[in-house]
């Protein structure tokens, strides 16, 4: 890396739009074709890795064409997350209902009936499968599964709680919020 290079990439960091674990040389964040066909004006807002003891789990990614820090439900978003191993869809459903509860009671009613919709929604999948979310303010959630759409879940209250996994305040991953919501407006 160039000293003019490197000094853009700490300035980059110091403005906390790029952290030291994203590498400067990647390639920009691409909007995928199902993030253009739903929301044509979306942009990066921010991306993040998640890892667990140490193992690298998927990439997030998410688009937005004007979202707010202080109201992840306001705006539309889509949130992509690339799978870096394999995982089992039945699993991935119970892991998003239990991160969900964070984020504020659910009733067992809606808690069985998201977790059958997610069920449905999420396939087994492997390293490199992706799902997009793409949330609708008072509509609810569109997932889309490696650019193909699988299902719809027509509750906002279910969207704000999905979405609270990675953006809201009570999320199990600070680090994550912080990451992902890097380029959004106060």
Not at 89 to 116: Q, T, Y
Request: aromatic share 10%; charged share 25%; net charge positive.
């Amino acid at each position: 890396m160039t000293p003019n290079r490197f000094g853009f990439f700490l300035s980059l960091c110091a403005a906390g739009l790029m952290h030291l674990s994203v590498h400067a040389e990647g390639p920009p964040i691409a909007v995928s074709a199902e993030v253009r066909a739903e929301l044509p004006e979306a942009r990066p807002v921010g991306a993040a890795r998640m890892r667990f003891l140490g193992m690298d789990i998927y990439d997030a990614r998410l688009f937005s064409p004007a979202l707010k820090r202080t109201d992840y439900t306001a705006a539309p978003l889509a949130l992509e997350v690339q799978y870096l191993r394999g995982f089992e869809g039945a699993s991935i459903a119970e892991r998003s209902l239990k991160e969900m509860r964070r984020v504020g009671h659910i009733s067992p009613e809606k808690e069985k009936s998201w977790l059958d919709a997610m069920r449905n929604a999420f396939p087994d999948v492997k390293s490199g499968d992706r799902i997009t979310g793409i949330h609708k303010p008072g509509v609810g959630t569109r997932f889309f599964v490696n650019g193909l759409a699988r299902a719809s879940i027509d509750d906002p209250e279910f969207s704000r709680y999905f979405f609270g996994i990675w953006l809201s305040p009570q999320t199990s991953e600070p680090k994550m919020r912080t990451e992902l919501l890097a380029g959004a407006s106060d």
